[in-house]
């Protein structure tokens, strides 16, 4: 028998051991805690953003599979080409400032966006085929085009290989070819920083986390625009910078569009662009994460003609000229020669 307190020896560590069940109980309680709120939101936010897709599109079946386009507004026609990331939604929101101006907006969802299909091979060629197709169903015969960053490479193989659909160009952040514009141009540092940007836009719940928790990163690797310049715009720029982010979602119905995207508009071919003979707008913007405003420089030069807008700053997303950019879009639709 202990005679100095063998018992009160013990009793320490059956608390101890109690502590240490009661503190990883703790910790459970508060994962699954933490796991709820998460699950919660993330759900809210992808029933906010599926709803912005929802009833404002139709789908029409082509040669290259189902073809998704939104038309809205009446007036002269306008093709918009969204950009990476986008849809025909994106397409609406960019342009909701010329709609005012009462033009009517066609806004279709490229190749692998949305409800539109991924055709076995798809090039941007055909990307252009396709739009011509979808011109020609809804009886237009000419439009104005207008491709806003990747969407530009369509909308130039449309002035070059259906010339007479184009009643003018305009081309905004062109992810067009330039001979000083780096190959596979994008925002990553490196290529593991790339590989981790290629991971989240695969995946709704890590696009999502990265849009709620690292926004900053976001904001440079995905819109190639520095975050500095998005905190000092006007509240209208910060949120549309934010909407635009957000409605990338959800990535998941935009990722195969998103790798063609990938493989296209980062090293994009040196095509004859000088024989674009419609009258033409080119729009770039300094501090472009993704050079674009060097290819804007040279598409501006090369097309006979050209117009050429250039702002100071801004990014990919030319933040604080967006009132002014659609000015001028305005000005250049409003002084087209009539059809």
């Given at each position: 028998?202990?005679?100095?307190?063998?018992?009160?020896?013990?009793?320490?560590?059956?608390?101890?051991?109690?502590?240490?069940?009661?503190a990883g109980v703790a910790t459970l309680v508060a994962a699954a805690i933490v796991a709820a709120v998460v699950s919660v939101a993330f759900h809210r936010d992808m029933r906010t953003a599926r709803a912005h897709t929802v009833g404002r599109s139709r789908v029409v079946d082509s040669p290259w599979g189902p073809i998704e386009y939104a038309d809205v507004g009446s007036g002269p026609p306008v093709l918009m080409i969204h950009g990476s990331g986008g849809g025909f939604d994106q397409g609406l929101d960019f342009s909701a400032p010329l709609a005012r101006e009462g033009v009517r907006i066609i806004a279709p969802s490229r190749f692998g966006y949305l409800r539109s299909?991924?055709?076995?091979?798809?090039?941007?060629?055909?990307?252009?085929?396709?739009?011509?197709?979808?011109?020609?169903?809804?009886?237009?015969?000419?439009?104005?085009?207008?491709?806003g960053s990747a969407g530009a490479l369509s909308a130039t193989q449309l002035a070059?290989?259906?010339p007479e659909r184009c009643r003018g160009l305009v081309l905004v952040v062109p992810a067009l070819h330039a001979p000083d514009r780096l190959p596979g141009a994008?925002?990553?540092?490196?290529?593991?920083t790339q590989q981790a940007i290629n991971a989240v836009l695969g995946s709704d719940l890590l696009f999502w986390a990265g849009v709620r928790g690292a926004p900053d990163f976001m904001t440079r690797m995905v819109l190639a625009t520095d975050p500095a310049t998005v905190k000092a715009a006007p509240d209208g720029e910060r949120r549309r910078a934010a909407d635009v982010m957000f409605h990338i979602l959800p990535v998941s119905e935009r990722r195969e569009g998103l790798l063609m995207d990938s493989a296209t508009a980062g090293t994009p071919p040196d095509w004859p662009v000088e024989r674009i003979a419609c009258p033409a707008l080119v729009v770039g913007a300094r501090r472009d994460l993704y050079e674009t405003d060097k290819a804007a420089v040279e598409v501006a030069g090369r097309i006979p003609g050209a117009r050429l807008v250039m702002y100071p700053d801004g990014g990919h997303l030319w933040i604080g000229h967006d009132a002014e950019l659609w000015r001028a879009v305005g000005a250049f639709v409003k002084d087209l020669p009539p059809v």
């Open positions: 028998m202990d005679l100095f307190g063998g018992p009160s020896m013990r009793r320490p560590r059956a608390t101890s051991r109690r502590r240490g069940r009661l299909a991924m055709p076995e091979g798809a090039t941007v060629e055909m990307q252009a085929d396709a739009l011509d197709w979808l011109m020609n169903r809804l009886g237009i015969q000419q439009a104005v085009i207008i491709g070059l290989r259906h994008n925002a990553a540092p490196d290529p593991g």
